[in-house]
């Protein structure tokens, strides 16, 4: 199955924004950051409006695997290099508060979302020295990560990972059941929710001023952009972090046979595990990894499927039949911590985006923080999530990635995909140089073509065929369009322009037979 295992699909359709709606805040994006925010707000009083392209939810916390962790992604090691032990402390602090803020919710607005405390274990890749997971345990206990401690290896039966790094009270959760519970919590007090509004532009002004692609429009106090690649506020926000294409698996395996855990491992990229109750007889086992950046992985995504399971066998050597596997987009921010915080000094337009992997937990730091400075109070976190911070330990990263979207631009010089749309197969797309112009070529199932521009409007970049999720997407910030050109994601708020289409483009092969 080609979808996630949480993407069934919404019990109650949001209504489309109409007219004009005023409110104390509008929050742009309907994920884990965007309702989160709008849930705490709403329980401090304030009026809400939460607009969003799809139905909530179904961006990407559809696609997480919904690790609740302080056991950040980037490391703690990497992380206290880079900004210091202070700041890794109140980083720290914040993941625990906000795991602590999601058990709560669960438990006094009674959603039930399979949330469940959890050990973590760390372990190093095969082959691979031991030290680096001891300078792990030693940068996470000066982080304040109470309980962390080497153990002689993971609970696994069958496969032995060696000496490990134990995190105790991690989490997990079912992301939609969670998001769908915070929904109603909005609704309950008067906040409102809207689906299949997709925003056009923001006034940033006093009040603001948001405008749906339809016309319709919110003013409000204040704004929050919550759309994982920001679509307004900070705009150099696209040269601190990066787009990237994590993959994940669902496999069935027989209830008990694997110990309840979070697993993870040294390799780069690195891989994660977890499992989800499913029936009385068995659970899903959730596996993720193999990230690349976005519109540049090589190869094929089937290829990192296989590896997907390759890796797994080895160590839950219970597993069974795949059932699931699809694929979700990270903003990795270069210094490992999401941005979140006021866009400019002088607007109530606030941002949240970089989650860096650590989406379920960033998105209720961000309806801490958020909650807090919106209502005009200090917070310990504001320094550490800065949107406008540039830490002297990650200039390096950020000067690789900007030379990275710079190489980029040699799409424009390099041959297409094929020679001639001929050699594109229905349902598949491809990139073809027609003198200096490239064109984004996709083939209907009926054998009709549809021609686009295969510049990415944001920033002038040549989208590249995926042909794992049969998207357009932007290698330089990773804005993704529909086959047909329709926007997908941001950071761009404009499809693909389209191209007149000559009918002999229509060979007789690819011609639909009545």
Request: charged share 20%.
């Given at each position: 199955?080609?979808?996630?295992?949480?993407?069934?699909?919404?019990?109650?359709?949001?209504?489309?924004?109409?007219?004009?709606?005023?409110?104390?805040?509008?929050?742009?994006?309907?994920?884990?950051?965007?309702?989160?925010?709008?849930?705490?707000?709403?329980?401090?009083?304030?009026?809400?409006?939460?607009?969003?392209?799809?139905?909530?939810?179904?961006?990407?916390?559809?696609?997480?695997?919904?690790?609740?962790?302080?056991?950040?992604?980037?490391?703690?090691?990497?992380?206290?290099?880079?900004?210091?032990?202070?700041?890794?402390q109140l980083a720290a602090d914040s993941h625990r508060a906000a795991i602590d803020a999601i058990e709560t919710a669960c438990r006094d607005e009674h959603i039930d979302c399979h949330f469940a405390r959890v050990d973590g274990f760390l372990f190093a890749a095969p082959g691979t020295a031991h030290g680096a997971l001891e300078n792990e345990l030693d940068a996470a206990r000066r982080a304040?990560?109470?309980?962390?401690?080497?153990?002689?290896?993971?609970?696994?039966?069958?496969?032995?990972?060696?000496?490990?790094?134990?995190?105790?009270?991690?989490?997990?959760?079912?992301?939609?059941?969670?998001?769908?519970?915070?929904?109603?919590?909005?609704?309950?007090?008067?906040?409102?929710?809207?689906?299949?509004?997709?925003?056009?532009?923001i006034d940033p002004g006093r009040p603001a001023r948001v405008q749906a692609a339809d016309g319709a429009t919110v003013t409000a106090d204040a704004v929050v952009i919550a759309t994982n690649p920001p679509i307004a506020g900070v705009p150099t926000l696209h040269a601190k972090q990066a787009p990237y294409r994590t993959y994940a698996i669902g496999a069935w395996v027989p209830r008990g046979s694997i110990v309840d855990a979070l697993y993870w491992d040294t390799e780069e990229p690195f891989h994660y595990a977890r499992l989800e109750h499913s029936t009385e007889d068995r659970d899903v086992l959730i596996v993720g990894g193999e990230d690349h950046r976005t519109g540049q992985g090589g190869g094929t995504a089937n290829e990192r499927y296989r590896r997907l399971v390759r890796w797994s066998r080895v160590r839950f050597p219970t597993m069974g039949a795949v059932a699931f596997h699809w694929s979700g987009q990270v903003m990795e921010s270069v210094d490992g911590l999401a941005f979140i915080g006021r866009a400019r000094a002088d607007t109530d337009m606030f941002v949240v985006t970089g989650d860096?992997?650590?989406?379920?937990?960033?998105?209720?730091?961000?309806?801490?923080?958020?909650?807090?400075?919106?209502?005009?109070?200090?917070?310990?976190w504001q320094a550490v999530y800065d949107p406008h911070r540039v830490r002297v330990g990650s200039v390096g990263r950020l000067v690789r990635e900007n030379l990275n979207v710079a190489s980029q631009l040699a799409d424009w010089i390099r041959p297409g995909d094929v020679g001639d749309a001929d050699a594109i197969a229905p349902g598949s797309g491809a990139i073809l140089r027609r003198g200096l112009r490239r064109v984004a070529v996709y083939r209907r199932a009926s054998g009709e073509l549809r021609e686009l521009s295969a510049v990415c409007p944001h920033l002038g970049c040549i989208v590249r065929w995926n042909a794992a999720e049969r998207t357009w997407d932007c290698p330089c910030h990773g804005s993704r369009f529909h086959p047909e050109g329709a926007v997908l994601s941001g950071p761009t708020t404009r499809g693909l322009a389209p191209l007149e289409v000559e009918p002999e483009a229509v060979p007789e092969r690819h011609r639909k037979r009545k």
């Open positions: 199955m080609r979808a996630p295992i949480w993407a069934v699909g919404p019990s109650r359709p949001a209504p489309r924004l109409r007219g004009h709606v005023r409110a104390d805040v509008c929050v742009v994006g309907a994920g884990m950051a965007g309702l989160s925010t709008a849930w705490r707000l709403a329980a401090a009083g304030r009026s809400v409006a939460v607009l969003d392209a799809r139905e909530p939810g179904m961006g990407e916390t559809s696609r997480t695997t919904a690790h609740l962790v302080t056991a950040l992604d980037r490391g703690w090691s990497t992380l206290t290099a880079i900004h210091g032990d202070t700041l890794a304040g990560i109470e309980g962390v401690e080497m153990v002689s290896r993971a609970p696994l039966r069958g496969y032995d990972t060696g000496p490990c790094v134990r995190f105790p009270r991690q989490a997990v959760c079912h992301p939609l059941r969670l998001l769908a519970g915070l929904r109603t919590a909005i609704t309950r007090r008067g906040g409102r929710v809207f689906g299949h509004t997709r925003v056009e532009s860096s992997g650590n989406g379920m937990t960033h998105g209720m730091v961000a309806a801490l923080l958020l909650g807090d400075l919106i209502g005009g109070h200090r917070n310990s």
